[in-house]
């Protein structure tokens, strides 16, 4: 039985406006491991013939004959007579395109990339039945889903086969934080703001970790389940997200999250931490962990002209792996002896500086909350972020957490913490221009 589904409102509407259309439909989703891709495309289908077929995770002894046993496998499922003289892409595309082409269906292809990465030719292929079979019958969607950003924005969104073709692309992202306090409240009315914001603070709005929370036990102790122990969820999750989302050179990307695990920094900065020129390849990795949703870039602005500065800083905004390299990676060999426990979150050496950095992402996430707040319309925000500013002869050095400037001039200047006791206003004074 799948969980119960939340959220994701916004996503429903874009696909269920493409019922109405007298054409077929060819979709993009993609978004990190465990965001909940191909469990939008199951609610969004769950009313009508819905085929969803799937990659084979890549491993070392992955390989293309292996792809098309498992695509033909998963035929077989759904149609028991496959009559398929083989099981090259060409055949098995084509069977699928002659069973679903009259009447609804809503075809799934997820981990898209690990299904055709390893044939040059199958998204050519793919490209050909859509036109000359998929296509023909008017009420077919076809969503293709990966967690693979970097390789679907290059050989599909980016491909000059697929431009023109495709109806909807949807990038998910982390559920915001009122629908997290829905899943939360729905589940247990116990549970205080404090240790919702501790719980998110680590796992993020990601659907699959928020599934794996239990209302039965502490916070803390929901964590060591999943963090601190062998077989639990986020143990083995960092190198299965890289593995399977840029698992080419992974080892470069692993060595820029680790250099933002304490602050944002410019690209300048990373480059020399980890010892490269600050352009070429470096960019390129950089760009690939934005489109991935790991890391954001943040650009400053000049508040007179309100442009936009070349100014820009990189912030590790996935919550789950900056406390994975924090907290879990440096104590992997005695958490599998079982000889490493937390009693306290708030015994984790650093806690109340990462924690900080962690509810800072959340804010950053859920910035029309503030505007709530603040009582500024959307639409009169002119330019809104992380303000910073370098120190130089003319102007003092400056960073705010996140500031708001409307079309009217008015500046709203906003300090971000986290903390279980009431926040004064000496806090104003903690983070004066430089």
């Known amino acids: 039985m799948m969980p119960d589904f939340i959220g994701r409102e916004y996503e429903l509407k874009l696909l269920n406006s493409l019922l109405a259309k007298k054409s077929a439909s060819l979709v993009v989703i993609k978004g990190r491991r465990r965001i909940g891709k191909s469990r939008l495309a199951?609610?969004?289908?769950?009313?009508?013939?819905?085929?969803?077929?799937?990659?084979?995770?890549?491993?070392?002894?992955?390989?293309?004959?292996?792809?098309r046993n498992a695509f033909l496998k998963q035929l077989t499922k759904y149609f028991k007579k496959t009559n398929i003289e083989s099981n090259d892409w060409w055949d098995m595309l084509w069977f699928l395109a002659e069973k679903t082409?009259?009447?609804?269906?809503?075809?799934?292809f997820d981990e898209i990339s690990w299904m055709g990465s390893k044939d040059p030719d199958f998204l050519g292929k793919l490209k050909t039945v859509w036109?000359?079979?998929?296509?023909?019958?008017k009420e077919l969607?076809?969503?293709?889903?990966?967690?693979?950003?970097?390789?679907?924005?290059?050989?599909?969104?980016?491909?000059?086969?697929?431009?023109?073709?495709?109806s909807l692309?949807?990038?998910?992202?982390?559920?915001?934080?009122?629908?997290?306090?829905q899943f939360f409240n729905e589940r247990s009315s116990q549970l205080s703001s404090y240790n919702k914001f501790k719980f998110l603070a680590i796992c993020g709005g990601i659907p699959r970790y928020l599934e794996e929370w239990q209302e039965n036990i502490s916070i803390d102790n929901n964590i060591n389940k999943m963090c601190f122990h062998e077989s639990g969820i986020l143990f083995n999750e960092f190198d299965q997200i890289f593995y399977d989302s840029i698992s080419s050179e992974a080892d470069i990307y692993k060595k820029i999250v680790v250099a933002l695990i304490h602050s944002p920094m410019e690209r300048q900065e990373?480059?020399?931490?980890?010892?490269?020129?600050?352009?070429?390849?470096?960019?390129?990795?950089?760009?690939?962990?934005?489109?991935?949703?790991?890391?954001?870039?943040?650009?400053?602005?000049?508040?007179?002209?309100?442009?936009?500065?070349?100014?820009?800083?990189?912030?590790?905004?996935?919550?789950?792996?900056?406390?994975?390299?924090k907290y879990i990676k440096t104590h992997i060999t005695t958490i599998k002896t079982r000889k490493y426990k937390v009693s306290s979150l708030s015994n984790l050496v650093g806690w109340s500086s990462i924690i900080g950095l962690q509810f800072e992402n959340l804010v950053l996430s859920n910035r029309e909350i503030i505007h709530n707040i603040l009582n500024v319309d959307y639409d009169d925000?002119?330019?809104?972020?992380?303000?910073?500013?370098?120190?130089?002869?003319?102007?003092k050095g400056c960073q705010i957490d996140y500031l708001v400037q409307t079309k009217t001039a008015t500046l709203y200047a906003c300090e971000i913490k986290f903390s279980r006791n009431e926040i004064k206003l000496d806090i104003i004074n903690e983070r004066p221009c430089k």
């Open 169 to 181: 692309q949807i990038t998910l992202n982390e559920l915001p934080l009122n629908i997290c306090d």
């Open 270 to 325: 990373i480059a020399e931490k980890l010892k490269r020129v600050p352009g070429g390849d470096l960019s390129e990795y950089l760009d690939n962990l934005v489109s991935a949703g790991f890391i954001t870039r943040d650009y400053t602005w000049h508040i007179k002209n309100k442009k936009t500065s070349k100014l820009s800083h990189y912030r590790l905004s996935d919550n789950y792996i900056r406390f994975y390299l």
């Open 42 to 67: 199951e609610e969004f289908a769950k009313k009508y013939p819905f085929y969803s077929f799937s990659g084979i995770p890549p491993h070392g002894k992955t390989s293309d004959m292996s792809e």
């Open 131 to 137: 036109d000359t079979c998929f296509k023909k019958n």
């Open 381 to 395: 925000v002119e330019i809104d972020g992380p303000f910073f500013q370098r120190s130089t002869t003319k102007t």
């Open 101 to 108: 082409k009259k009447e609804r269906a809503i075809i799934l």
């Open 141 to 166: 969607i076809l969503i293709l889903c990966g967690s693979v950003s970097i390789w679907i924005q290059k050989n599909i969104l980016s491909n000059t086969g697929f431009v023109g073709r495709i």
